[in-house]
């Protein structure tokens, strides 16, 4: 079973603009990550951000998060065409396990 | 150095038959990670081997096997194939797995027919 689920499920925007996806997921966590996969191809990390923090940078990502809502964000700034792909939380629950959401599929319009 | 590498990368199969996958991980990386994933979901995690032992297993029947060896390489048995278990087989490895970030081989897409 699936620990978080980001929504939107699919999101389209300009290139240029920026692009916000949400996470939430069920249980205590250690960690939240996110991961980014091109079609068909593995997945790669982008960002880990720990329990005990609320915001984190890392070039034009910004991620945060919500432990009292169980809930973090990843932000997109200037968006450009290779961004898209699919985007997914990953969580680690208590038991070490990381496990993933459905994924939200980002695609930037010309 | 060289990422995670899986093989083979295509592979199909008749329902019933076994297949076995294989993950070499990135030098250094002493846990392996096998994830499931089918079309336009989320990777479901299969196990989770540490040092040679299982460390997780996820909601998976007992077709699903795996093994580490001494070298940290894994690999993973589907006995048994269904038509359901056609999807994309991912590998991953990380430093010591305890939330460590995961690197992903491009995997191997399972076609059972």
């Known amino acids: 079973s699936q620990q978080g689920e980001e929504d939107p499920q699919a999101l389209s925007i300009q290139e240029g603009e920026n692009a916000t996806m949400n996470c939430s997921y069920k249980t205590s966590i250690n960690n939240l990550q996110w991961y980014r996969q091109n079609s068909g191809r593995g997945l790669v990390h982008l960002i880990l951000?720990?329990?005990?923090?609320r915001e984190k940078h890392s070039g034009r990502l910004r991620v945060t998060l919500d432990t009292s809502k169980k809930s973090s964000s990843l932000l997109i700034t200037a968006s450009r065409a290779a961004d898209t792909a699919s985007y997914f939380c990953a969580t680690d629950p208590r038991d070490d396990k990381i496990i993933f959401g459905k994924g939200t599929r980002l695609h930037i319009l010309p | 150095d060289a990422g995670v590498t899986q093989s083979p990368t295509h592979l199909i199969k008749t329902r019933g038959q076994q297949v076995t996958l294989r993950c070499s991980p990135i030098?250094?990386?002493?846990?392996v990670s096998w994830y499931q994933q089918v079309l336009g979901q989320g990777p479901q995690f299969i196990f989770q081997?540490?040092?040679?032992?299982?460390?997780g297993r996820g909601n998976f029947p007992d077709r699903f096997s795996a093994r580490q060896f001494p070298n940290y390489s894994s690999e993973l048995n589907v006995n048994a194939l269904l038509l359901g278990d056609s999807a994309l087989y991912l590998c991953?490895?990380?430093?010591?797995?305890?939330?460590?970030?995961?690197?992903f081989g491009n995997g191997t897409r399972l076609t059972v027919t």
């Open positions: 081997y540490y040092e040679k032992e299982e460390r």
């Open positions: 030098s250094g990386h002493k846990s």
């Open positions: 951000i720990r329990s005990n923090e």
């Open positions: 991953a490895s990380s430093l010591t797995g305890e939330g460590s970030p995961l690197h």
